[in-house]
Structures are given as C-alpha cells and as structure tokens.
C-alpha cells in the first residue's frame, strides 16, 4: 500500500543494536534477513580470506585452462556468435558490456541496488565465475558509494539479468580500458541474476512480516467472534504439516470462552490451514531464492580442484520462478477468506454490532468502505496469480528458444505482497471497531475517533505502516501459556 505520494506504508524495520554489523562473505551463507539488513544500510560486507582465496584461484583456473580450450565468451562470442572465435583484450570487454547494457524503464531504487550488490558479490565469493580480484574488489566497493550505481532491469527473462550486471559492470569501471578489470572479466561477471534474487529477497521479506501480522490478526478475530476452538485443536493437526501445526496453535483462541456456534464459516474454520499453507509455500520460496543467492550458478563455470570449466545451463532459474507461482496461489487463496473475514465483521450476526460496525444511525455504512477496497486488492491478487507458466521464445537467431520468465513471476509476488498488506490494513481497521480487540493486539497507532460515519483514509494509513508492529495483546500471550 502507498500514501498519497506514491511512498510504500511501511513502518521502518527494527534497528540495529548499535553499529552496522559486517557480513563476511564467504564464511556462511546468506539469509533473508542478511539481504534485508543491507540493503537498508544496517549492514556492510567484507570478502573472508577464503572468499578472496576462492575469486583468486577461480580467476587463476580461468586463464589457465582458456589458454589449453575454447571458453564460451572469453574465447569465443556470445549467443549465436558462440562458434566466432575472439580474442579479448579490455576494450573487447568494454563492448561486450556496453552492447548488453540495454536499460529502459524506472529505475531501482537503492536498497534493490544495494541487495543486488551484495548478492552478486556473495556469488563470486563462492570461486566458480573466475571474475578477477579487482573486479571483485570495485563491485564491494561499489556499496560504500554515495551515488549507489543506477540499473533498471534491462530486458531479463529468468536467464540473466544481463543488462543490469552490464550497466553495473559500467559504472564500476568507468567504462574505460584502465579501469579494475581485466579481458576475461566481461561474461563471467555479466552470468548472473542477481536483480531479479534482490527483488525476491526483499518481497519475500515484506511478505514474512505481513504473514506474522495475518496469525496475529485472525488470533484476535477468532477470541472477538467467539470462533469455536474446536477448529484449533491441536490433535486434529497432528498429522498436519509443521507451518500449519504451528498456525493452529498460535491462532487458537481461549478454551474457556464458548461459541455460540458448532461451526463458524470458512474464513474462520480455514485460518490454520489456509495461512500455515502460505507460509509453506513461501519458505519454498525462500529456499528456491537462498539457493541461487548462496550458489555458483555460473555459465561458463569453474571449478578449481577439478581444474576444469563447465558451459552449463544453470543460469535457468526456473525452479524459483515455480516457486513463485505457487505462492502466488496460495496468497490468492488466503486473500480470498481474508475477505470474507472481513465480511464477517460488517455483520450482526456474528458481531452483535450494529451493521458495518457503524454507530447504529440508520442509515450509517460506517466501515463498509473497507470491504470495497480490500476487494479491489484481492482482485489484483488474483490477476498476479494467474497461471503464468514458461514460454517459447525466439531469441539470438534461435540460439535461445525458452525463458521462464522470472523476473516478472518475482515482480508479481511483490506486487501482491502490497495488495495483501492493503487487505490486512483494512481488516485490522475494521477489527479495532469491535469492543475488545485492542486488549488482544499491540503496536497499532491510536484511534481516530469513534464509529461514526467518517473518512478512514488516515487510519488506514497509518496502520498499514504499522503492521510490521503489531503483536499479540497480553490476554493472548496468558492463553498460550495455558497450552
């Protein structure tokens, strides 16, 4: 969700304990909250001894074995030129960069900059590019930059964000032959995703805080309708996946309150296993993501104890992008009860309210206004989720016929992300119009008024940028210690 300038609502992650931690690359692998960190600037990142020990030994094997062997765009050309033999000196480097360095579109903002920085940097860390020290070395430095460079995606497809790691390559060496580089540098830095792995980390991130707003939500919900805790029980997801389990038992409201009915609708009855289901989906996600984060994924790739170079194909990411469209679905799924929840709320039946949670004037419609707008946000949702599998194209006088297109199955999951926290937002307003609900939750902005006919606009603001805030009240926090 935005404000009225075009701004993400969303309320700043937590802050660092005290100065920006230093990330040694090379001495474990990345993770989510890694990527996050630095690309908000919390962070910064060094090369360990044995990553700069790894870069130097691949980019040593690279030239030593392109002396015995045709290597795939050091000693030849690119694409359909692949069967043209090269012989690269800087400025043929230069223009391998400059001739892929296509940009068009808006441009990403900084912390994509950054978080891609990093990615790319972590992946010549693992020494299977054979990028040289000193490129490896300036694309470092590049984070410590008060202009951080500037790349828009460049036409990427799944297979390499090719225009973007050229326009970086650029930037980084001053586009001249005397900058940190050397010839063999132009594809092995070029080979990689990692725009397209900075935007999934990031909305993967985003998405991780909204889902633990949604069980915090939907326990507050169920302990304000009264929801039966029958549907929570916890021998009846046993045999359930463990995000599920998990969902269960922190959604499950108190055992001594009574409901007056046997079952409650789906939204309600469904929460456990609709939400642990998104949350399965996105660790998924986030595995497939973390993979090529913390991989050498490389084309040509080196391999320095076997001292041998591979031409692969695991520039395809087509696992993610897989990934991607299923918790696209599963979002989808949720977006849909999430509604209907919300639903719930506007009526009397199950509130005891006046209807719309409104002040009981005749002909007041209240809170009726968020159900339109979190309708707006699910339909948008379910467009994103459409399938969207991968398909033939017809690239390179045919030398590339398939792409999966994952940059755009990421561009997607981001956006829904939004919409989902739109839906959210409107539901945690509506739930604050019932009596009780802010003995169960904590860290919403105060209250703009009463229940009578008014303009939401702000409210609804301000908690969509709470959200990353919210918890469980201490009524919730004193059921779970009865379990």
């Given at each position: 969700?935005?404000d009225?300038n075009?701004?993400?609502n969303?309320?700043?992650?937590p802050?660092?304990?005290?100065?920006r931690?230093?990330?040694m690359?090379?001495?474990?692998?990345?993770?989510l909250?890694?990527?996050?960190?630095f690309?908000?600037?919390?962070?910064?990142?060094?090369?360990?001894?044995?990553?700069?020990h790894a870069?130097a030994a691949?980019h040593e094997?690279?030239?030593?074995?392109?002396?015995?062997?045709?290597?795939?765009?050091?000693?030849?050309?690119?694409g359909?030129?692949r069967?043209?033999?090269?012989?690269?000196?800087?400025?043929?480097?230069?223009?391998?960069?400059?001739?892929?360095?296509?940009q068009?579109?808006?441009?990403?903002?900084p912390?994509r900059v950054?978080?891609?920085?990093?990615?790319?940097?972590?992946q010549?860390?693992q020494?299977?590019?054979?990028?040289s020290?000193?490129?490896?070395?300036?694309?470092?430095?590049?984070?410590?930059?008060?202009?951080?460079p500037?790349v828009?995606?460049?036409?990427?497809?799944?297979t390499?964000?090719?225009?973007?790691l050229?326009?970086?390559?650029?930037?980084?060496?001053?586009?001249k032959?005397?900058?940190p580089?050397?010839?063999?540098?132009?594809?092995p830095?070029?080979?990689?995703?990692?725009?397209?792995?900075a935007?999934a980390?990031?909305?993967?991130?985003?998405?991780?805080?909204?889902?633990?707003?949604?069980?915090?939500?939907?326990?507050?919900?169920?302990?304000?309708?009264?929801?039966?805790?029958?549907?929570?029980?916890?021998?009846?997801?046993?045999?359930?996946?463990?995000?599920?389990?998990?969902?269960?038992?922190?959604?499950?409201?108190?055992?001594?309150?009574?409901s007056?009915?046997?079952?409650?609708?789906f939204?309600m009855?469904?929460?456990?296993?609709?939400?642990?289901?998104?949350r399965?989906?996105?660790?998924?996600?986030?595995?497939?993501?973390l993979?090529e984060?913390?991989?050498a994924?490389?084309?040509?790739?080196v391999?320095?104890?076997?001292?041998?170079?591979?031409?692969?194909?695991?520039?395809?990411?087509?696992?993610?992008?897989?990934?991607?469209?299923?918790?696209?679905?599963?979002?989808a799924?949720?977006?849909?009860?999430?509604?209907?929840?919300l639903g719930?709320?506007?009526?009397?039946?199950?509130t005891?309210?006046?209807?719309?949670?409104?002040?009981?004037?005749?002909?007041?419609?209240?809170?009726?206004?968020?159900?339109?707008?979190?309708?707006?946000?699910?339909?948008?949702?379910?467009?994103?989720?459409?399938?969207h599998?991968?398909?033939?194209v017809?690239l390179?006088?045919?030398?590339?016929?398939h792409?999966?297109f994952?940059?755009?199955?990421?561009?997607r999951?981001?956006?829904a992300t939004?919409?989902?926290?739109?839906m959210?937002a409107?539901?945690a307003?509506?739930?604050r119009?019932?009596?009780?609900?802010?003995?169960?939750?904590?860290?919403?902005?105060?209250?703009?008024?009463?229940?009578e006919?008014r303009?939401?606009?702000?409210?609804?603001?301000?908690t969509?940028?709470?959200?990353?805030?919210?918890?469980?009240?201490?009524?919730?926090?004193?059921?779970?210690?009865?379990?």
């Amino acid at each position: 969700m935005v404000d009225a300038n075009g701004r993400a609502n969303r309320s700043p992650a937590p802050a660092a304990a005290s100065a920006r931690t230093t990330i040694m690359l090379g001495d474990r692998s990345l993770e989510l909250g890694d990527i996050r960190d630095f690309a908000q600037d919390r962070a910064r990142a060094e090369y360990s001894a044995t990553a700069a020990h790894a870069i130097a030994a691949a980019h040593e094997t690279l030239l030593r074995l392109a002396a015995t062997r045709p290597v795939y765009g050091l000693s030849t050309g690119v694409g359909a030129r692949r069967s043209v033999a090269v012989e690269r000196d800087q400025e043929s480097c230069l223009r391998l960069w400059r001739s892929h360095a296509l940009q068009f579109g808006p441009a990403a903002d900084p912390e994509r900059v950054r978080a891609m920085l990093l990615i790319r940097a972590n992946q010549l860390a693992q020494g299977g590019s054979g990028v040289s020290p000193a490129l490896a070395d300036a694309l470092l430095a590049a984070t410590t930059r008060e202009d951080p460079p500037t790349v828009a995606f460049g036409g990427a497809l799944g297979t390499g964000d090719l225009g973007a790691l050229a326009a970086l390559a650029l930037q980084i060496t001053g586009d001249k032959a005397t900058g940190p580089f050397v010839a063999s540098d132009g594809l092995p830095f070029m080979s990689s995703s990692a725009l397209t792995l900075a935007d999934a980390a990031l909305a993967l991130a985003d998405l991780d805080r909204a889902l633990d707003a949604a069980v915090v939500l939907g326990a507050a919900a169920a302990r304000a309708l009264r929801t039966t805790s029958e549907h929570f029980a916890a021998a009846a997801f046993a045999d359930r996946p463990s995000a599920i389990r998990d969902a269960a038992m922190s959604l499950a409201p108190s055992g001594a309150d009574s409901s007056p009915r046997v079952q409650d609708p789906f939204s309600m009855r469904l929460l456990p296993q609709s939400l642990g289901s998104v949350r399965s989906s996105w660790e998924r996600c986030r595995d497939a993501t973390l993979a090529e984060v913390n991989a050498a994924h490389e084309n040509p790739r080196v391999f320095v104890d076997e001292q041998q170079i591979a031409h692969t194909g695991n520039f395809y990411t087509v696992d993610l992008e897989l990934a991607c469209g299923t918790l696209l679905r599963a979002l989808a799924q949720d977006a849909s009860l999430l509604l209907a929840r919300l639903g719930l709320l506007m009526n009397p039946r199950y509130t005891g309210q006046a209807e719309f949670l409104g002040d009981g004037t005749p002909d007041a419609t209240g809170a009726m206004m968020l159900e339109y707008l979190a309708a707006s946000a699910l339909a948008d949702i379910r467009d994103l989720a459409a399938a969207h599998g991968g398909h033939g194209v017809h690239l390179s006088l045919g030398a590339e016929e398939h792409a999966p297109f994952t940059p755009q199955a990421v561009r997607r999951v981001a956006r829904a992300t939004e919409d989902y926290r739109t839906m959210l937002a409107c539901f945690a307003v509506a739930l604050r119009r019932l009596p009780g609900p802010d003995d169960l939750l904590l860290g919403l902005p105060e209250r703009r008024g009463g229940l009578e006919d008014r303009d939401l606009s702000h409210e609804l603001a301000e908690t969509a940028s709470a959200l990353d805030r919210i918890r469980h009240g201490e009524s919730h926090e004193r059921t779970e210690g009865r379990r």
